[in-house]
């Protein structure tokens, strides 16, 4: 027997002996879909802190951006190398996650109890923020327009 | 020619790579549904490399899932269609092993892999039915990890390159072809010597 074909038997017994679950294939498109979906709940941009004298936070700027029944502020400010730190929070309050874009970057964050997130260090330019939170038992996935950081 | 969701999946010698390459050029040129398609056609083989590194089920889930992900984030990194099969073996690879060191904190030096017998998690014997598939495993089985592992990569790579998976199993180039040579000829050894 050629090594090809003993190769062909092996691969024939571990599909046989240990396929992949049942539900991968799902669970994994399920998995996706949050990252694949254009249908995201569009916010809208509410503020600037330039335009808005009374929302201008001490050393950085914000941004006010509203949904259905939900806001979202961030506040943005410098590191000392040059990048950026975003400390937000969302109204009401509701656990979940954040992802920021700036361009091929992308950071990671939970949302606590209290409905603040922070990314800590991120890269100035065009960002987008991908919010999924649990609302009254029900998940949304928003996501802002681009602004630049 | 692209394949509706479920229909078996192929051998690997029968195209799969070439309808993986395609679905992937079809998602990233603007068809979404195509992503159904490449992870319908790659997650039994990304679930077996997985595997290999004798990850439980749910880790080895987890590390799929997570070459998924880093898919569709790092898409624009792959130049070339054909290398989208390739990246992800390569991706879950370095995912599975990362889980598999965090899991096993005791590292056993090389000539004791080489002796010990195969442990950890495996296929439930129970359900291997088929006559030809448990004599097979029976086989496999008094293999050292190390065989089984590389055995089982191997397999499920329809272009074994032994630079890229030596750099995977952490084994120097050039020790891979006679590794795996090795193990093949102590499988057909075990084969001939185990129950009919």
């Known amino acids: 027997m050629s090594d090809d074909d003993l190769l062909a038997d092996l691969r024939a017994m571990w599909r046989a002996i240990d396929p992949p679950p049942p539900g991968l294939v799902d669970d994994v498109l399920l998995r996706l879909a949050p990252e694949l979906d254009d249908d995201a709940e569009l916010l809208a941009l509410l503020a600037e802190s330039d335009v808005l004298d009374g929302v201008r936070a001490v050393g950085g700027d914000t941004r006010t951006f509203a949904g259905d029944g939900i806001d979202l502020l961030l506040s943005i400010g410098r590191t000392p190398d040059g990048r950026r730190r975003i400390d937000g929070w969302i109204a009401p309050a509701a656990r979940g996650a954040v992802t920021l874009a700036v361009g091929t970057f992308r950071g990671e964050a939970p949302v606590g109890e209290t409905g603040r997130f922070a990314l800590t260090s991120v890269p100035a330019g065009d960002a987008v923020l991908d919010l999924t939170v649990r609302i009254a038992g029900a998940v949304r996935r928003l996501r802002t327009p681009a602004f630049p950081l | ?196």
């Open chain 2, 1 to 196: 020619m692209s394949a509706p969701r479920g229909v078996s999946i192929p051998q690997a010698g029968d195209g799969l790579w070439d309808r993986a390459a395609r679905a992937f050029s079809a998602w990233y040129d603007g068809r979404p549904e195509a992503m159904d398609e490449l992870v319908t056609l790659l997650t039994p083989v990304l679930w077996q490399i997985a595997r290999a590194s004798r990850l439980d089920a749910e880790d080895a889930a987890d590390a799929v899932q997570a070459a998924w992900l880093a898919l569709v984030r790092r898409a624009h990194t792959i130049s070339d269609p054909a290398a989208v099969a390739a990246w992800l073996i390569t991706t879950v690879r370095r995912e599975a092993l990362r889980r598999a060191r965090a899991t096993r904190d005791v590292v056993l030096p090389d000539g004791m892999l080489e002796a010990a017998p195969a442990a950890g998690p495996g296929p439930d014997e129970q359900v291997v039915a088929h006559d030809e598939h448990r004599r097979l495993w029976a086989a496999v089985r008094t293999l050292t990890e190390r065989c089984q592992e590389l055995l089982r990569v191997v397999a499920f790579e329809e272009h074994p390159d032994y630079a890229r998976i030596s750099a995977r199993l952490g084994m120097p180039v050039g020790s891979i072809g006679p590794t795996r040579a090795r193990c093949l000829d102590k499988l057909r050894i075990a084969l001939s010597a185990g129950p009919a």
